[in-house]
């Protein structure tokens, strides 16, 4: 899909799929990169390198920064958050004030800026531990009150609605994006496929929580870029919520490391360890909503994308991010 001519803020943009998706926009339009550099991708690109990018790192609970970072701008994409399970549990309090805070300073960006697409990053976790092709108007899950691992997702359902109340009280045309389950080239930070792919490349033991029974469906990176660009392109995305996953690419977390193992040709073994915390045990989106409404449909299967994943971290051997 070609965007052409627009001036876009990234928050977050130096991350997994920020670098991707602004691979993707970078011929033909301007791109403001906003980022703290907790997680950088960007190094793996030549992204910092080209003329029509402008880097700015900073904090997007920062409203000054963020609202400076939008001036011009037609688009906004807001990726930057406190993410992944270690990084949750441990900082509480910092997830809920990066992902609340950051997320009011971006709509208040954009409504000052009257940005003509705002497109909100929420979660997958907004429908808790058991989740078998969930519609985005389904019952979602706020979590038992004191497990901090749902703060990620309390806090990003909060900004789903935060988002669709400036679209209805202000018109800001908001969309919000549920990523089911992400994965890839340039993936640096938390996740089972990158600590899979890092373990099996050096030959030591893949760590698998509890018996691996847990269930989850796999969307490769590009595809959810194909997904954010349908959003921002079609009229019709504006005031919605959309999965985006690919409800094709199921399998168990055990036989995920199985599979990681076999396709990288380690010999590595697969050790359990007991997590008393809890887990999300079935996780598929149901994605009917994107087909109709975006023509959204993920096209990398599980197998093709691990060995493209694979490829990709045995080529920077040398620099493997743990």
Same mark, same amino acid.
């Given at each position: ?20 998706? /602004?691979e993707r926009l970078i ?31 900073? %904090?997007?609970?920062?409203?000054? $920064? ?6 011009? /701008? ?22 809920? =004030? ?8 971006? #709509? ?5 800026? =009257? ?15 058991y989740a078998y092709k ?19 997702? *309390?806090?990003? #359902? ?48 893949? *760590?698998?929580?509890? %018996?691996? @029974?847990?269930?989850? $469906?796999? /969307?490769?990176? @590009? %595809? ?9 392109? =079609? ?17 168990? *977390? ?21 997590? +008393?915390?809890? %887990? ?7 994605? +009917?909503?994107?087909?109709?409404? #975006? ?14 994943t694979i490829e990709w ?10």
């Amino acid at each position: 899909m070609s965007v052409k001519g627009k001036r876009i803020l990234v928050t977050g943009g130096a991350g997994f799929i920020g670098t991707t998706l /602004c691979e993707r926009l970078i011929d033909d339009n301007e791109l403001v990169v906003f980022d703290n550099e907790h997680r950088n991708a960007m190094r793996y690109t030549d992204l910092a390198k080209r003329s029509n990018v402008r880097y700015i790192r900073g %904090d997007v609970q920062d409203s000054d $920064a963020v609202m400076q970072a939008a001036e011009g /701008c037609q688009w906004i994409v807001h990726l930057a958050a406190i993410a992944g399970v270690e990084e949750v549990v441990n900082h509480p309090v910092l997830t809920m =004030k990066v992902n609340l805070f950051g997320t009011y300073n971006i #709509l208040e960006a954009g409504l000052r800026h =009257k940005v003509e697409r705002l497109i909100d990053f929420s979660t997958s976790e907004v429908f808790g531990s058991y989740a078998y092709k969930v519609q985005e108007g389904d019952a979602t899950s706020l979590g038992a009150l004191g497990e901090s691992r749902w703060t990620y997702a *309390v806090s990003k #359902l909060a900004t789903e609605h935060l988002a669709h109340n400036y679209f209805r009280e202000f018109g800001l045309p908001t969309v919000s994006i549920r990523p089911f389950n992400i994965y890839g080239p340039r993936q640096v930070g938390q996740g089972a496929i990158h600590a899979f792919i890092v373990k099996a490349l050096q030959g030591e033991e893949l *760590v698998v929580h509890n %018996d691996g @029974s847990q269930i989850r $469906a796999w /969307c490769y990176v @590009s %595809d959810i870029v194909d997904g954010v660009l349908l959003a921002l392109h =079609k009229p019709q995305a504006v005031g919605h919520a959309f999965n985006i996953g690919n409800p094709r690419s199921v399998v168990t *977390v055990y036989n995920l490391a199985r599979e990681i193992i076999r396709l990288s040709q380690s010999d590595s073994k697969v050790r359990f360890v007991s997590m +008393e915390r809890p %887990d999300v045990e079935l996780r598929i989106p149901s994605i +009917e909503k994107a087909r109709s409404l #975006l023509g959204y449909e993920p096209r990398i299967d599980l197998e093709e994308g691990l060995l493209k994943t694979i490829e990709w971290y045995r080529s920077i051997t040398n620099q493997i991010p743990r």
